[in-house]
């Protein structure tokens, strides 16, 4: 995955965006603890400031998700955005730098792509906010079906209520 800078190169000042729609770097689904979905979309946009180009990367992306509260699996859209500075200069790109480096017309954008993708992905993903998750007693899933847990959840906490605790008495 990779931009053309041949003509963002010539002026500073000069700023292109243009919109990437390609398979997902392999490096990409090595950061993403999910299998990815459907082709990586974004804007990406160069600008030259003199010293180096600035590409700005504005995208989404869908992994197949495991709802964190009932366990299925569902499609999550991930936005992600980065910018980062690219210098010409000869050599690989060294990660104790602040600037990636590049040489020619092109710019590779795997690395950068897949660090911003893989950092937006949330920890404890929900399929939904409504999401009612899983009994905690019997496992059903409360989205889909109803169990009986509950009733006598219910009863537990109004016996827990009833107990005198040494804190209560001490105070009054
Ligand atoms: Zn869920
Ligand atoms: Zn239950």
Known sequence: MHIRVSDVKKWVGRE???HLSEEWPEVAQERSMYPMRGAAEMDVTVRNVGRALIVELDGVGHVEAVCSRCLETFDLPVPFSVAEEFREEPGASDPHED??????DKVLLDEIVADAFGASIPYAPICGEECRGLCPICGTNLNTGTCHCEMSMDNRWAQLSRLKFPEDSSSS
């Not at 600037?99 to 020619?104: E, L």
Request: net charge neutral; charged share 20%; hydrophobic share 35%.
């Open 16 to 18: 292109e965006t243009q």
């Open 99 to 104: 600037f990636f480096r590049f040489q020619g």
